[in-house]
């Protein structure tokens, strides 16, 4: 078995690399297998990486040193792979996969867990081609998220600032864009606010809309929210944010599913895993146990039996 670790020196705004590598050597002090480092030179360069890697290793563990884009570059390297098994390895500043596991979310800092963990199945959202991990979502949300830094390193603006400056830009580029939406018997045309398919639990930096959604159980979890005014957005992104969708069903809808597609009258930004693609349509299904996902020594996550 090999160990590959993929760094992202942009993760975090700082090159980990050197500190990523001490802790690699520290980890593997009297172990006898093999592991190498391997910092990425470009955007999608890690999933090149593992798989000319899967080709040669027996069985590879592949964790991604950076954030939640680092994580989903590996993600997509290791799709369908029998022989490859991921897990993130949070350096960078967006860990929203890692907050499911909630208290047990610190695991994955841990090597020496990881080293140890074990291995298990999970889905994926095949998300127009590209893999998702966790969550993807159309709409002001993630024209948002998309365009945070253009503004965040603006002098005195800085990252938080630099969301605010995103929100309010956008709240008057218009909030609703017209849409086609199918999903299971759910078929409307109309204006929307956005669209959010889950497969783990947590988005852009700390949005929580489904507090029960599960890697694993075969289905996505999808909230609709029809065109909306700017009092109303206010009113209720703050429940949506926090996991209470459910209890204003008038203004959130919750459908659960396999697959949704979204057609655009023109090109819109879509975000898979805090990472955008562009299109003028999309196409989300889940892919039941697509991915090998290391779990952690000490995780009970998976053992929990109510899914």
């Not at 960078?92 to 298990?120: P, Q, S, V």
Request: hydrophobic content about 35%.
């Amino acid at each position: 078995m090999k160990h590959l670790f993929i760094v992202n020196p942009a993760a975090g705004g700082k090159d980990k690399s050197i500190a990523v590598q001490r802790a690699v050597r520290a980890a593997f002090e009297g172990r006898e297998e093999d592991w190498e480092l391997y910092v990425t030179s470009a955007p999608m360069d890690a999933p090149e990486k593992i798989r000319r890697e899967a080709e040669k290793a027996g069985h590879l563990r592949v964790y991604a040193c950076g954030g939640d884009g680092t994580f989903n570059e590996c993600v997509c390297g290791a799709a369908l792979l029998d022989n490859v098994a991921v897990a993130p390895y949070p350096t960078g500043t967006g860990n929203d996969f890692c907050r499911m596991f909630g208290e047990e979310k610190d695991l994955y800092r841990d090597l020496n867990a990881l080293l140890n963990g074990t291995e298990r199945p999970i889905d994926l959202i095949d998300c127009n081609g590209r893999y998702s991990a966790n969550i993807c979502s159309v709409g002001i949300d993630a024209r948002i998220g998309t365009e945070v830094h253009r503004y965040s390193g603006l002098p005195l603006i800085g990252g938080t600032g630099g969301y605010i400056v995103s929100a309010i830009v956008n709240v008057f580029k218009g909030i609703n864009r017209p849409m086609r939406v199918q999903t299971g018997e759910y078929c409307h045309s109309g204006d929307f606010a956005l669209l959010c398919a889950c497969n783990g639990r947590f988005y852009g930096g700390g949005f929580n809309p489904s507090p029960d959604a599960r890697p694993d159980d075969g289905v996505l979890d999808i909230y609709v929210v029809p065109g909306v005014s700017l009092f109303t957005l206010a009113r209720y992104i703050g429940p949506y944010a926090s996991g209470k969708a459910d209890r204003y069903p008038k203004h959130i809808k919750h459908l659960r599913g396999t697959s949704l597609r979204i057609d655009f009258d023109e090109e819109n930004v879509i975000n898979v895993d805090g990472e955008a693609i562009y299109a003028k349509s999309v196409e989300m299904k889940l892919i039941p146990g697509a991915l090998r996902l290391i779990v952690p020594e000490g995780m009970h996550f998976f053992d929990e039996a109510a899914h």
